[in-house]
T-cell receptor, first 115, second 112 residues
Framework: ETGVTQSPTHLIKTRGQQVTLRCSSQSGHNTVSWYQQALGQGPQFIFQYYREEENGRGNFPPRFSGLQFPNYSSELNVNALELDDSALYLC??????????????FGPGTRLTVL | DAKTTQPNSMESNEEEPVHLPCNHSTISGTDYIHWYRQLPSQGPEYVIH???SNVNNRMASLAIAEDRKSSTLILHRATLRDAAVYYCILRGTTSGTYKYIFGTGTRLKVLA
């Protein structure tokens, strides 16, 4: 059983560009959440996808968007990058079978630097 | 979303027990208490969770106050590998979204 994987590991972009980050869920998991973690802070919830639909969103602008595919992998897209978007982006997968309180399994993250 | 309050940092000697406190005075009756930890350069990993009763697993124990307004994560014998940021998180049903609201956590330093 493979865990949650994310790609790329590191990424450098310039202000105004667009970026796509990818996440492969743990086998059997149908829910994916994305978090942004600035240096020295706890992760901040961006949004969650369940069965290919957005299922809740945190306080992030519309330029943060996502997709979930039939195989439950996911993408996070950020348009018009700003300097403050520099952060570690974490993906977490979970299974809703057995109830809504199953633990989330986090990937290692993608470190995005915006210059 | 209910909030949690944790000390910014704590220190422990290796092989001694560690008690990490968390206050959650606005917890609702259906909120579960979850603990995650984040080792350096890694994503957070699950430690333990509970609702009302104390809980034990291979990693740690969770002691929950009778009024549920506070809880304590107990590492019975700290090792150097336990040095991490520990997050106490409340997770409930009101929003219907299975998100975690992280605080800034407690940075645990383990001294050899």
């Amino acid at each position: 059983e493979t865990g949650v994987t994310q790609s790329p590991t590191h990424l450098i972009k310039t202000r105004g560009q667009q970026v796509t980050l990818r996440c492969s869920s743990q086998s059997g998991h149908n829910t994916v959440s994305w978090y942004q973690q600035a240096l020295g802070q706890g992760p901040q919830f961006i949004f969650q996808y369940y069965r290919e639909e957005e299922n809740g969103r945190g306080n992030f602008p519309p330029r943060f968007s996502g997709l979930q595919f039939p195989n439950y992998s996911s993408e996070l897209n950020v348009n018009a990058l700003e300097l403050d978007d520099s952060a570690l982006y974490l993906c977490a997968s979970s299974s809703t079978s057995g109830g809504p309180y199953n633990e989330q399994f986090f990937g290692p993250g993608t470190r995005l630097t915006v210059l | 979303d209910a909030k949690t309050t944790q000390p910014n940092s704590m220190e422990s000697n290796e092989e001694e027990p560690v008690h990490l406190p968390c206050n959650h005075s606005t917890i609702s009756g259906t909120d579960y208490i979850h603990w995650y930890r984040q080792l350096p350069s890694q994503g957070p990993e699950y430690v333990i969770h509970g609702l009302t009763s104390n809980v034990n697993n291979r990693m740690a124990s969770l002691a929950i106050a009778e009024d549920r307004k506070s809880s304590t994560l107990i590492l019975h014998r700290a090792t150097l590998r336990d040095a991490a940021v520990y997050y106490c998180i409340l997770r409930g049903t009101t929003s219907g979204t299975y998100k975690y609201i992280f605080g800034t956590g407690t940075r645990l330093k383990v001294l050899a």
